[in-house]
Structure formats: structure tokens, C-alpha cells
């Protein structure tokens, strides 16, 4: 399998923790030609990083479907508990880091490398962001997580979204939004310690 992805890119990292954690025999490669070429939409029309593409030739775009796959496919170690009630409450908390901290800290990144620093979509992103922070905050259960000795998918998410909150806005001059949020902070810096996670982590740092 070749997992097209850019080691900078916030959302590669999730897959490459769980194509790592997984031990699986996956080659990482840079979108040829660069993330816009026509050559790299050839091969994924979808046009985004990350990409799988399966030994029989199939394209598949999304962090989440390719997470699911991996984990199904290659079910040992699992990245999800066993139990329908810790199954939603790990898929919630990685819904959380996606959509609340990962896709609102990213738009607000590139709103403020834009120069846009004042304006009602800055503080509307920011307001959406401070929200996914403290549902992260609320859900966030060491007992389900690398914390208590049990990677899953909710870590594949949270630690990249956490490291983005912290360097890549830091960098664009919103203040440290996780010093307000003590368990978070402390959640990403074990992470950065943490063997598997910081190695893949400290790559994100552009
Ligand atoms: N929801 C997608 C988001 C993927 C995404 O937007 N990736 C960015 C890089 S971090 C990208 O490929 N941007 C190029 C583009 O949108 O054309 C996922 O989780 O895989």
C-alpha cells in the first residue's frame, strides 16, 4: 500500500500513527508534483492529503475511512475498545479533534497567513475552535487513551489537533489556547513524550 501524505500536513499525521502503531508494511510518499499538480489529482481526483491507495489499485481519500479501514482490516493491536458505550466515547472525542479543533484551527491558520485579523470570520472560527477545545476538555478520559496504556483512535486525532493549537497558531499569533485547559496541555505533552506519538509530532512542525 502507498498512504500519499506530506509529514507537515495536520491531517496525515493521524494515519501515519495508526500505519505506525500497526507496524504495517506501507510505503509514505509526497503527492508527485506537489498537493495541486495535475499529476497528483490524476491518481486522487479528490485532490487530498491523506490518500490510500490499496494493493489492488484503489483510491482512498479521508483519515477517518482510511483509519476504519486499517483498523478493521489489520485489527491487531486494535485502535478501538471493545463495547458499544467506550466505542462511542473514543469515535466522539475523535469526531471532536477532526471537526472542532483540526478543521477550526486550520481554517483559522490560513484565514490569519491571509492578514485577516480583525474581521467576523476570525472571531467566528476562533469562537467554534474555543468550543471544540472544551468538548475535548469535557470528553477526554485518560482511561481511553495512550495515557492508560490504550492508543486509540481518538489519539490518532487529538494529539495531531492539540500539537496544531499549540506551535502552528502560536506561530500565527493567537496565544497559547491550551494553557487555559490544563488536562489538555498535560494530554499533549505526554504525547510529545510519548515514543510513537512525538516522533510523528515533532515532524509536524513546518
Ligand atoms: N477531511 C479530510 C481533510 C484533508 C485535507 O484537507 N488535507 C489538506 C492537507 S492538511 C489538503 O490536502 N489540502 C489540499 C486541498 O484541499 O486541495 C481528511 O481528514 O483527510
Do not use: W
Request: overall charge negative; some cysteine.
Amino acid at each position: 500500500m502507498i498512504l500519499y501524505s506530506t509529514s507537515t500536513s495536520p491531517n496525515s499525521v493521524p494515519v501515519r500513527i495508526a500505519v505506525r502503531f500497526k507496524g504495517l508494511d506501507v510505503d509514505f510518499e509526497e503527492p508527485p508534483g506537489g498537493l495541486g499538480s495535475t499529476k497528483f489529482h490524476a491518481i486522487n481526483p479528490v485532490g487530498t492529503v491523506p490518500c490510500l491507495v490499496l494493493d489492488d489499485g484503489f483510491v482512498m481519500p479521508e483519515s477517518v475511512a482510511i483509519i476504519d479501514y486499517l483498523d478493521e482490516q489489520f485489527p491487531d493491536p486494535p485502535l478501538m475498545p471493545v463495547g458499544a458505550r467506550a466505542r462511542a466515547e473514543v469515535r466522539l472525542l475523535q469526531r471532536i479533534a477532526e471537526l472542532g479543533i483540526m478543521n477550526q484551527g486550520l481554517e483559522l491558520q490560513r484565514l490569519l497567513q491571509a492578514g485577516q485579523r480583525d474581521d467576523e470570520l476570525v472571531s467566528s472560527r476562533l469562537t467554534r475552535l474555543l468550543r471544540g477545545l472544551s468538548s475535548a476538555d469535557l470528553y477526554l478520559k485518560p482511561d481511553m487513551s495512550f495515557m492508560g496504556g490504550v492508543l486509540t483512535m481518538a489519539d490518532c486525532h487529538l494529539a495531531p489537533a492539540l500539537r496544531l493549537v499549540r506551535h502552528a497558531l502560536q506561530t500565527a499569533d493567537i496565544a497559547d489556547l491550551l494553557v487555559t485547559r490544563p488536562r489538555l496541555g498535560a494530554y499533549l505533552e505526554q504525547a510529545e513524550n510519548h515514543a510513537l506519538l512525538g516522533a510523528l509530532l515533532s515532524d509536524m512542525t513546518p
